[in-house]
């Protein structure tokens, strides 16, 4: 490869890094073309992909920026995953794959400019899905609401009760 095409696929890989907020690492050395292939697969259908690149290229492309830490961990054949903002399917492939292949293993990588480990990574895909998140968070907040409205209608409700009381004393006093 000439140097400038080298310099060319630098330029590609810092701009697909900047694209793309969240990457991982992992070592893939002896999965099958299969395993590589279904693998590929199933990331591109959690909206993410696949790259193995030099770790040299790897770095050059990180250099100075907030993924900068993915050079520490980038030992040995690697594979490069790239993750969108909505990323914990794509986790939740990559922590099942390290479950299933004994080959495939999780080094780490970064989320939103902070390095997290292999450990972390494993609690982000024991995370429920975004829309339980949200469904959640609607419920907390919403529930303090629920509390306000329940206690005024036991007061309406109260006047109500002793308007009726009064309204059948009336009634039996008239009859």
């Known amino acids: 490869m000439k140097r400038q095409e080298k310099v060319d696929l ?3 890989y810092q701009v697909e890094f900047a694209k793309r907020p969240n990457v991982f690492v992992a070592e893939y050395r002896g999965m099958t073309v ?3 292939t279904d693998l590929r697969v199933k990331l591109r259908k959690a909206d993410g992909g696949m790259k193995v690149m030099k770790n040299t290229f790897l770095r050059r492309a990180v250099g100075g920026t907030d993924k900068a830490g993915l050079a520490a961990i980038s030992k040995g054949p690697n594979a490069v995953i790239l993750a969108n903002d909505d990323f914990v ?3 939740k492939v990559l922590t099942a794959t390290d479950k299933e292949i004994e080959a495939f293993k999780i080094k780490g990588g970064v989320v939103f400019g902070k390095a997290v480990t292999p450990a ?3 609690q982000i895909a024991d995370l429920p899905p975004r829309n339980v998140l949200l469904a959640r968070m609607v419920g907390s907040l919403a529930s303090p609401l629920r509390g306000f ?3 005024c209608q036991g007061n309406a409700r109260k006047l109500v009760y002793a308007l009726e009381a009064i309204r059948k004393a009336k009634e039996q006093a008239a009859a």
Do not use: N
Request: hydrophobic content about 55%; proline content about 0%; glycine content about 0%.
């Open 120 to 122: 972390e990574i494993r």
């Open 89 to 91: 399917d794509l986790v």
């Open 149 to 151: 409205l329940t206690v």
């Open 34 to 36: 299969e395993q590589i």
């Open 10 to 12: 630098v330029l590609k």
